[in-house]
């Protein structure tokens, strides 16, 4: 069986290292567990791994976010693979920071490159990863937290959480998502 991958970032220097870009490591993660080299491909870099019976297609959108079901779109035509085998790994604002929760589908909760997947694909019923990356800014500066880096305390933190990241993406491409939820998603 086949999956696709998708850890949704912004291209960029400016980008690299910041909490919206929290996708892009965590799929960084999944590919440096097992090996995997990215490589420019239409659409985004993509690398290519196997976890025991499944493959795994990742890809980090070079589309931007706010484009980034045009990319998502191509990678399941191209490989023939379907919404219920596409999982995305997102940040998230109304988790607390490190949180992490596995959903089948539900809203976009105003974030851009999974409002643009639903649109593309035509549904919002899709896996995805929300990973918290908190919401301790002052009124109105939202958009300069998200595209800001973590503290030191949160980045000495982000190994041991990407590990459980990789744990919950091999988990779901081997159990299934509602196995996966039952097993991670805890309080």
């Known amino acids: 069986m086949k999956y696709?991958?998708?850890g949704l970032g912004n291209?960029?220097?400016e980008?690299?290292?910041?909490?919206?870009?929290?996708?892009?490591r965590m799929v960084n993660a999944v590919a440096q567990k097992s090996n995997a080299a990215f490589k420019e491909e239409r659409y985004g870099a993509i690398a290519r791994c196997r976890v025991k019976n499944a493959e795994l297609i990742l890809l980090k959108p070079s589309t931007y976010m706010n484009l980034s079901g045009e990319a998502v779109r191509y990678w399941m035509k191209k490989e023939n693979i379907g919404i219920e085998q596409t999982l995305i790994l997102v940040d998230d604002l109304a988790l607390p920071f490190g949180a992490l929760r596995l959903k089948g589908n539900g809203s976009d909760a105003g974030h851009n490159g999974l409002k643009n997947i639903a649109e593309i694909t035509g549904t919002q019923k899709y896996a995805r990863l929300r990973f918290g990356i908190g919401n301790d800014f002052p009124k109105g500066r939202q958009v300069e937290f998200v595209l800001?880096?973590?503290?030191?305390?949160?980045?000495?933190?982000?190994?041991?959480i990407l590990e459980t990241v990789v744990n919950i993406v091999h988990s779901?491409?081997?159990q299934g998502i509602e196995r996966t939820m039952n097993q991670f998603n805890k309080k």
Request: glycine share 10%; net charge negative; proline share 6%.
């Open 172 to 174: 779901f491409c081997l």
């Open 148 to 160: 800001s880096r973590f503290p030191v305390e949160e980045e000495e933190r982000l190994p041991e």
């Open 15 to 24: 980008y690299l290292g910041t909490r919206h870009n929290i996708g892009f």
């Open 4 to 6: 696709l991958i998708v």
């Open 11 to 13: 291209i960029g220097e």
